[in-house]
């Protein structure tokens, strides 16, 4: 069982930047894919990111790319999700979520059955 805990949620205004992380509970977490997803108020989850074992290869939702950036440390056991130029529309719970896999992520990492998921921390972007 591994548990995933993100932090780093919070209030920003529009056009400024936020950091959350999730640390992992497990020995063997360069054996996890990683990924990020959201869900904001009366809207489904959706991906927003994916980064693999080794960081070496990372995937985003087109409505991120260029702002949001992914990241992982495998000596701390933790995944980074770096936000810059944050829009009201980045509103969410964002979760993250671990996958056993060593593959390269691609388009693929966006439907994967994640076997693990946080419990989410609050970003709220105001206009």
């Known amino acids: 069982q591994v548990q995933l805990v993100e932090s780093g949620g919070g209030l920003v205004q529009a056009g400024g930047s936020l950091r959350v992380a999730c640390a992992a509970s497990?020995?063997?977490?360069?054996?996890?894919?990683m990924g990020w997803f959201r869900q904001a108020p009366g809207k489904e989850r959706e991906f927003v990111a994916a980064?693999?074992?080794?960081?070496?290869?990372?995937y985003y939702a087109d409505s991120v790319k260029g702002r949001f950036t992914i990241s992982r440390d495998n000596a701390k056991n933790t995944v980074y999700l770096q936000m810059n130029d944050l829009k009201p529309e980045d509103t969410a719970v964002y979760y993250c979520?671990?996958?056993?896999?060593?593959?390269?992520?691609?388009?693929?990492?966006?439907?994967?059955?994640?076997?693990?998921w946080g419990q989410g921390t609050q970003v709220t972007v105001s206009s």
């Open positions: 979520a671990a996958e056993p896999s060593r593959f390269p992520v691609g388009r693929g990492a966006a439907t994967y059955n994640y076997d693990y």
């Open positions: 980064i693999n074992w080794n960081g070496a290869s990372t």
């Open positions: 497990t020995v063997f977490f360069t054996t996890y894919v």
